[in-house]
């Protein structure tokens, strides 16, 4: 692959590799279970969902628990990480490669992306941004680390790897039919069902 960013050959390559083993526990699979049962509980059953940046299928295995019937959907830039998803959801429903190469052939009712912008080359955000608007039909899902003004921190030793800034406030400028649904926080120091300090956003589109 030919690589926009350094972000992308770091995710693509032996750190994205590294990263699929994290996170298989069934205790995670019980997190994501919470999690998402309070995040989509203003959708109803959604028919339809595609994830940006969905590894291995952590996500979308928690959501297919949740709604047996979905449609899923990935977008996966480690090849190792998508031939593991292509198992769980599908071959001919992965796409292998980046964000920035993805181009929308098809609506999904939800758009979902997870712990995926805060690791975007600030610069490419627009970018991004305008993929999830086309092609989420109803719903945007975003689950990130906030802070109200940008800030770049270093990610596991890493710099320039892990940036936070306002996302969801960000589209919501950028796209004017784009509303607030519904929003919550997770804490890493939950008893029950932990996440890792992630904020979530629902955008509907009008």
């Not at 306002?166 to 004017?176: C, I, R, T």
Request: charged share 25%; hydrophobic share 40%; with cysteine.
């Amino acid at each position: 692959m030919n690589f926009k960013t350094e972000q992308e050959a770091f995710w693509a390559g032996e750190f994205g590799n590294d990263y699929i083993g994290r996170n298989r526990s069934e205790e995670y699979l019980a997190s994501n279970l919470n999690f998402f049962s309070h995040a989509f509980r203003q959708l109803g059953r959604p028919a339809s969902l595609v994830e940006f940046g969905a590894n291995i299928g952590i996500n979308l295995k928690a959501i297919q628990l949740l709604f047996p019937n979905i449609r899923l959907s990935g977008i996966e830039i480690n090849r190792k990480a998508a031939n593991e998803l292509s198992r769980l959801i599908g071959s001919g429903n992965v796409f292998n490669g980046s964000i920035f190469d993805y181009e929308p052939e098809q609506e999904y009712e939800v758009a979902l992306i997870k712990g995926v912008l805060i690791h975007i080359n600030p610069e490419m955000l627009p970018l991004v941004y305008e993929k999830l608007y086309r092609t989420a039909g109803k719903y945007i899902l975003l689950c990130e680390y906030y802070n109200p003004s940008p800030v770049s921190i270093s990610y596991r030793g890493h710099k320039d790897r892990l940036f936070k800034r306002d996302f969801a406030g960000e589209m919501l400028e950028k796209y004017s039919d784009l509303s607030l649904a519904d929003y919550g926080f997770c804490y890493r120091r939950d008893k029950a069902f932990p996440q890792d300090d992630i904020t979530w956003f629902l955008l509907e589109k009008q």
